[in-house]
């Protein structure tokens, strides 16, 4: 099927990762400008807000995508960002040439190569094969403007980091913001997968019966009450055990301001494309970045805050921190056990103005 390059650009930038699957954005057209925003009307209070760093993560993978398959294309495009001007949120402007804007691409066979549409999140147990040095050092030399990246493969900073994780899950599990936003985000089932968002429960690993229990903690009624008896730190336990087993942890560190997070969305998206393009599976873990975020804020419930504190201050010290830079992701790398089921994307007449 033949397309436009805005077309194009635009089931590129779809590809891109969210936090939950959620695919907080919308695109449209005009001339030659594609234009990336939030969407309001379809999340507002189901996720992560407008200017929060999960988001704006998301909108740099958005941007990162479309400039891979432009530059797949031959085409040069420019960006820019810019406040919408009545509520102050970012927006992604891409300009596209305009002798380019009309012609026409074989999207099947221009993007049937590129590693872009292969990036996928991999849940699953990994094995215990160390990763060839001849790959991690290509790995170090990634950067994008006041975003980089630090390596944890020593058996002591792995053991820090899972620390670290577990510290900062035991709190998300007694938060009931984000807990419903997971509820909200759950496929069960195969037909409420096929709607294209949210998380399928497939893709996550969980023992026999695992999806049933889920289903019944989901409700926040039944969460809260169970963790009186301490089901927060079982819960924490399961969700980085993995991160203990890695071979290899990678931090994503940057500044806070927007452009800052940008940059890192750009350069969180380009790692996760070379190595699952070498076949190194990616299972990213926002749970400490979040909590830290949310410390900043004030979101975090009083008495859990002294612990968030000493996630605060023992990340800055794990990860060599200066003043003006923050942890913004954890990605676990290693070799996959299986491949896993493809997370869905929206149809874009969901996603899109056309
Ligand atoms: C900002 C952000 C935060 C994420 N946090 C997590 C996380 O904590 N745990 C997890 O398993 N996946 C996490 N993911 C991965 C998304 O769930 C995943 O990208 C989405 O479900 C789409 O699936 P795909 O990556 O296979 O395309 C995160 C992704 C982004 C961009």
Same mark, same amino acid.
């Given at each position: 099927?033949?397309?436009?390059?805005?077309?194009?650009?635009?089931?590129?930038?779809?590809?891109?990762?969210?936090?939950? @699957?959620?695919?907080?954005?919308?695109?449209?057209?005009?001339?030659?400008?594609?234009?990336?925003?939030?969407?309001? /009307?379809? =999340?507002?209070?189901?996720?992560?807000?407008?200017?929060?760093?999960?988001?704006?993560?998301?909108?740099?993978?958005?941007? /990162? @995508?479309?400039?891979?398959?432009?530059?797949?294309?031959?085409?040069?495009?420019?960006?820019?960002?810019?406040?919408?001007?009545?509520?102050?949120?970012?927006?992604?402007?891409?300009?596209?040439?305009?002798?380019?804007?009309?012609?026409?691409?074989?999207?099947?066979?221009?993007?049937?190569?590129?590693?872009?549409?292969?990036?996928?999140?991999?849940?699953?147990?990994?094995?215990?094969?160390?990763?060839?040095?001849?790959?991690?050092?290509?790995?170090?030399?990634?950067?994008?403007?006041?975003?980089?990246?630090?390596?944890? &493969?020593?058996?002591?900073?792995?053991?820090?980091?899972?620390?670290?994780?577990?510290?900062?899950?035991?709190?998300?599990?007694?938060?009931?913001?984000?807990?419903?936003?997971?509820?909200?985000?759950?496929?069960?089932?195969?037909?409420?997968?096929?709607?294209?968002?949210?998380?399928?429960?497939?893709?996550?690993?969980?023992?026999?019966?695992?999806?049933?229990?889920?289903?019944?903690?989901?409700?926040?009624?039944?969460?809260?009450?169970?963790?009186?008896?301490?089901?927060?730190?079982?819960?924490?336990?399961? &969700?980085?055990?993995?991160?203990?087993?890695?071979?290899?942890?990678?931090?994503?560190?940057?500044?806070?301001?927007?452009? &800052?997070?940008?940059?890192?969305?750009?350069?969180?998206?380009?790692?996760?494309? &070379?190595?699952?393009?070498?076949?190194?599976?990616?299972?990213?873990?926002?749970?400490?970045?979040?909590?830290?975020?949310?410390?900043?804020?004030?979101?975090?419930?009083?008495?859990?805050?002294?612990?968030?504190?000493?996630?605060?201050?023992?990340?800055?010290?794990?990860?060599?921190?200066?003043?003006?830079?923050?942890?913004?992701? =954890?990605?676990?790398?290693?070799?996959?056990?299986?491949?896993?089921?493809?997370?869905?994307?929206?149809?874009? /007449?969901?996603?899109?103005?056309?």
């Amino acid at each position: 099927m033949k397309q436009t390059i805005i077309h194009s650009l635009i089931l590129a930038g779809r590809q891109a990762p969210s936090a939950d @699957n959620s695919q907080p954005w919308r695109f449209s057209h005009v001339d030659n400008r594609i234009t990336v925003e939030y969407d309001t /009307e379809r =999340l507002a209070g189901l996720t992560f807000g407008a200017n929060e760093p999960a988001t704006l993560l998301s909108l740099g993978c958005v941007l /990162e @995508n479309m400039l891979q398959a432009a530059d797949f294309i031959g085409v040069e495009v420019g960006w820019y960002l810019e406040d919408e001007l009545s509520i102050g949120n970012a927006v992604l402007h891409l300009t596209i040439p305009l002798d380019c804007v009309h012609n026409e691409y074989e999207t099947e066979l221009t993007f049937s190569g590129h590693p872009l549409f292969d990036r996928h999140t991999n849940r699953f147990p990994y094995r215990s094969t160390l990763i060839p040095v001849s790959i991690m050092p290509d790995i170090n030399q990634f950067r994008e403007g006041t975003a980089r990246i630090k390596l944890l &493969d020593t058996p002591k900073e792995i053991k820090a980091v899972a620390a670290l994780a577990r510290q900062a899950s035991e709190v998300r599990f007694q938060t009931q913001e984000v807990h419903e936003w997971l509820a909200h985000s759950l496929r069960f089932t195969r037909q409420e997968a096929a709607k294209g968002d949210g998380l399928d429960i497939a893709t996550i690993p969980l023992p026999p019966g695992g999806a049933l229990f889920m289903r019944y903690i989901m409700d926040w009624k039944w969460m809260s009450r169970l963790n009186r008896l301490g089901a927060y730190k079982l819960m924490a336990a399961l &969700d980085v055990k993995p991160i203990e087993q890695a071979p290899i942890i990678i931090a994503f560190i940057g500044g806070s301001a927007r452009e &800052d997070i940008i940059n890192v969305g750009q350069l969180l998206t380009r790692v996760w494309i &070379d190595l699952n393009s070498k076949g190194i599976a990616v299972h990213p873990y926002y749970v400490v970045s979040d909590q830290l975020q949310r410390l900043l804020v004030g979101k975090v419930p009083a008495q859990l805050v002294s612990q968030i504190d000493k996630v605060a201050a023992q990340s800055a010290a794990l990860l060599d921190l200066q003043e003006h830079e923050c942890l913004h992701m =954890l990605l676990r790398i290693g070799y996959p056990t299986r491949d896993p089921i493809r997370s869905k994307r929206l149809p874009l /007449e969901a996603i899109c103005n056309m």
